[in-house]
């Protein structure tokens, strides 16, 4: 076991706030219950520690040395609250995984049903989750052999209860869980998953029966796409997000890589694979310390004041670009103006409110349709759409659908960093709050950065938004009869 002394000699390269962190994360309190009997049998002298030992009961030295819940650190077990989804993002070996296995285990046995494990692909799955499964439930004392069986081809399991464990790769998830009636799924390594936004979406629909929970293990992965939609997932209710760095669980790593763990320290890598942060790509022009109150991730979560205290709400449009169903999504953002004192000098200035994100795939007509709605929802002043790019029937396709709407066009003559530079100040003078659930746009923004190819659409409607609220110039454009079929 580490000695705690030791810990602190070797840790003393690093600054003084992540030293305090590792301590933290290694204090007896965050140790397994196993390992804090170690620690205290160790300031024993060895005949009195042999003397305590020789009196325990063999089953309850076997209870510790293989039971889970001794084993495990607490960050290591389900909460005991209700959750639907557990989202564990922790550092590289952390013992994530055997979280995993222990809760499917457990989930498998105590509550008879249809489950699900996915990897990264179909050889991972098997390798990292289903052969150790089928070792972990034989440990349980599951024969698979009576009533139950293996299917290693098929990556299928059944158990002697009538549990059966499907597995499936992150490829290919989305369409063969379609049918699957689930009562959970544990989703390994989800920042790396190809499309983890569908993926999610579709085991969330399956997952309906019984305990219906999804637990996901991850490290986090800036240049994925999973941590826009994990940012939308610690928002939602019913979801427990755990996060541990790698030094929590030094009781069961080697020294040397303890080692390696500390040379890794002061590269933007080591932010992610040690200590589990979420964060933005490098040069982005939005930084995640901008949604919050003060800039140092307090007040996290804020209630919109009432519609009726903002003196203008504008529904802001950014289009997939299409006259049809796109696999791009159509932004579409609620942005609220009103006037507030600043702190420091008591000049009323605009402040913004983002008081909620509905964009999603839609063809055009369903756009029209939602933005309709939420105009009204909202009593919002106007649509702000922009009208690039081909999208000259936005206009007309939504006053089509209902012509109460006051629709806005706007074109664009710079490119979408330069546009967005004048809102980055916005943020920077702490005059934009977001409501809850925002996660996908925060996701967007903190990886919009000058040279980004695909088009950010939440975010750009954003801009979008923002600018005009702001009193930017608004190009006037006259929408011409457009016929699209529909």
């Given at each position: 076991m580490l000695d705690i002394a030791d810990l602190a000699e070797r840790i003393q390269s690093l600054p003084a706030h992540k030293q305090r962190k590792v301590l933290e994360s290694y204090r007896y309190r965050n140790l397994s219950t196993l390992n804090k009997l170690r620690s205290l049998l160790l300031k024993l002298p060895v005949e009195e520690r042999r003397a305590w030992v020789s009196r325990l009961p063999p089953q309850a030295i076997l209870a510790l040395l293989r039971e889970w819940k001794y084993r495990a650190r607490l960050d290591q077990l389900p909460p005991r609250q209700r959750w639907k989804v557990w989202i564990n993002c922790a550092g590289r070996g952390t013992g994530k995984s055997q979280s995993g296995l222990n809760w499917t285990a457990d989930a498998v046995l105590d509550h008879p049903g249809e489950y699900l494990v996915v990897g990264k692909t179909a050889t991972e799955t098997l390798n990292k989750q289903v052969l150790p499964l089928?070792?972990?439930?034989?440990?349980?004392?599951?024969s698979l052999s009576d009533r139950g069986s293996i299917d290693k081809r098929m990556g299928k399991i059944t158990c002697s209860n009538g549990s059966v464990i499907y597995s499936d790769a992150a490829t290919t998830v989305a369409e063969n869980v379609r049918g699957y009636n689930l009562s959970g799924a544990w989703l390994d390594e989800f920042c790396v998953y190809e499309d983890p936004e569908e993926a999610y979406k579709q085991i969330e629909y399956a997952v309906r029966r019984g305990l219906s929970q999804i637990y996901i293990s991850t490290t986090p992965l800036v240049s994925g796409k999973a941590n826009a939609t994990m940012r939308a997932l610690i928002k939602r209710r019913g979801t427990h997000y755990t996060t541990t760095n790698a030094y929590a669980n030094l009781e069961n790593l080697s020294l040397g890589y303890i080692d390696n763990l500390l040379e890794e320290e002061g590269k933007r890598r080591a932010e992610e694979e040690i200590w589990a942060e979420i964060l933005e790509d490098i040069g982005s022009l939005f930084t995640e310390s901008m949604f919050y109150d003060d800039?140092?991730?307090?007040?996290?979560?804020?209630?919109?004041?009432?519609?009726?205290?903002?003196?203008s709400i504008v529904v802001a449009y950014d289009p997939a670009?299409?006259?049809?169903?796109?696999?791009?999504?159509?932004?579409?953002i609620v942005i609220g103006s009103?006037?507030?004192?600043?702190?420091?000098?008591?000049?009323?200035?605009?402040?913004?409110?983002?008081l909620a994100d509905k964009?999603?795939?839609?063809?055009?007509?369903?756009?029209?349709?939602?933005l309709s709605d939420v105009y009204h929802e909202y009593q919002?002043?106007?649509?702000?759409?922009?009208?690039?790019?081909g999208c000259d029937w936005i206009t007309t396709v939504i006053?089509?659908?209902d012509s109460t709407v006051v629709v806005k066009p706007v074109v664009a003559t710079r490119g979408k960093a330069v546009r967005a530079e004048p809102v980055v100040g916005v943020y920077e003078q702490r005059r934009v709050r977001h409501n809850h659930k925002l996660g996908e746009l925060e996701g967007e923004l903190v990886t919009f950065t000058p040279d980004v190819r695909k088009s950010p659409n939440r975010a750009d409607a954003l801009v979008w938004g923002i600018t005009y609220l702001e009193g930017g110039k608004v190009q006037q454009w006259q929408p011409q009869e457009t016929w699209l079929g529909f």
């Open positions: 089928i070792d972990l439930l034989r440990e349980r004392g599951e800039g140092d991730f307090k007040f996290r979560f804020r209630d919109a004041p009432p519609l009726e205290s903002f003196e670009g299409s006259g049809k169903v796109s696999a791009d999504e159509h932004g579409i009103r006037k507030e004192p600043h702190p420091a000098t008591g000049n009323k200035l605009n402040h913004y409110w983002v964009s999603d795939k839609y063809s055009p007509n369903q756009a029209a349709k939602v919002a002043n106007a649509v702000v759409a922009e009208v690039n790019n006053n089509n659908h």
